[in-house]
C-alpha cells in the first residue's frame, strides 16, 4: 500500500532480482487501503502462487487464514504482525528509534517532536515506543508527537507547520520515515527559514538514496534491506522445497548514518 514511498521500489528491485535467482517469477499488485489488500490477497490465490510475500500492508486475520485454507504460505517483510503463526523479517524498529533517543540527547538535545506516519503500521508504532521510552529512561519527559497520517512527502511538508504553530517548539525531530523527514525539512526551510541543523536537528529512518544526496544530507537509520531481502529469498526457497518452517518475525538492528542534520553541541 506504499508504493510511492521511495524505500519500496528500491526493496522491490532486490528482492525480485532475488526471487527470479531461484527460478520464481514475481507477480505484482499495489493496494490502496489495508481493505484492498485483503482484497488483492484474494485476487492473487485464484492464481495458486507459491508463496505470497507482504509489504507495506496490513492484512486482516480472516485474509491470513485464506491463504492457510489454500496452502499458500505467507511471508511478511518490514511488518510485525499480530497473528502469532506468522513468519517474516522486519528491521528492529524499537531498536533504531533507541538508536535515534541516544544520538540526539548525545548530541545535547532535549525538547524532541516525533512526526509519525501511517498510526496502523508495526513500524510506526515500534519507532515510536523505542524512542520515547529510551527518552523517559534517560530522563527526559515524552515527545511531543504528530501525526502526519501518511509516509509521504506531502504529509511532512505539512506537518512541519504543526510543528511550528506549537509554542514549546522542539530543537530535534524524529520522522517515522526519510520521505517524511525530507519533506518537513523543505518546509521548515521554505516557508520559516528554520536552519537545519543550526535551529533544529532532523533525523529519517530508512536509509534510501535520496536521503544521502548534498541537497538533503540526512541524518538516518538505514535498514538493513541486504540482510532482509537474502533471510525473505532464503525463507522462500525453503518454503517453495515444502519445508516446515516455525513461525517467527526476524528482527534486524538497523544502523545510525549521522549526516548534516544533526549537529554536535547543547541547544539553547
Request: aromatic residues 8%.
Amino acid at each position: 500500500t506504499d508504493i510511492t514511498n521511495p524505500f519500496y521500489p528500491e526493496v522491490l528491485t532486490k528482492l525480485t532480482a532475488g526471487l527470479q535467482s531461484i527460478d520464481l517469477k514475481v507477480m505484482l499488485t499495489v493496494a490502496d487501503s489495508s481493505a484492498d489488500a485483503d482484497d488483492q490477497l484474494r485476487l492473487l490465490l485464484s492464481y495458486q502462487p507459491d508463496v505470497v510475500v507482504v509489504l507495506a500492508a496490513v492484512l486482516s486475520s480472516e485474509a491470513i487464514e485464506a491463504c492457510r485454507n489454500a496452502g499458500t504460505p505467507v511471508v511478511f517483510f518490514n511488518r510485525r504482525p499480530a497473528d502469532a503463526r506468522a513468519l517474516g523479517v522486519t528491521c528492529d524498529n524499537f531498536g533504531g528509534g533507541v538508536l535515534v533517543a541516544d544520538h540526539l540527547m548525545d548530541l545535547g538535545h532535549r525538547n524532541f517532536a516525533f512526526v509519525a506516519g501511517r498510526a496502523d503500521t508495526s513500524t510506526n508504532i515500534d519507532r515510536w515506543e523505542g524512542f520515547s521510552s529510551r527518552c523517559q529512561e534517560r530522563g527526559l519527559p515524552p515527545p511531543q508527537k504528530y501525526d502526519a497520517g501518511n509516509f509521504s512527502y506531502e504529509a511532512g511538508y505539512e506537518a512541519a507547520h504543526a510543528v511550528m504553530k506549537n509554542s514549546d517548539r522542539p530543537d530535534a525531530v524524529f520522522c517515522a520515515n526519510d520521505i517524511l523527514a525530507i519533506g518537513l525539512m523543505d518546509c521548515l526551510r521554505r516557508e520559516y527559514n528554520i536552519a537545519i541543523p543550526g535551529d533544529i536537528s532532523v533525523v529519517g529512518f530508512d536509509g534510501i538514496s535520496m536521503a544521502s544526496w548534498p541537497s538533503h544530507g540526512l541524518t538516518t537509520v538505514r535498514q538493513p534491506v541486504e540482510k532482509m531481502c537474502a533471510f525473505t529469498i532464503d525463507v522462500v526457497s525453503k518454503l517453495c522445497q515444502g519445508k516446515a518452517l516455525k513461525p517467527r518475525i526476524e528482527r534486524i538492528p538497523g544502523e545510525l548514518i549521522e549526516r548534516e542534520t544533526t549537529t554536535r553541541g547543547v541547544k539553547a
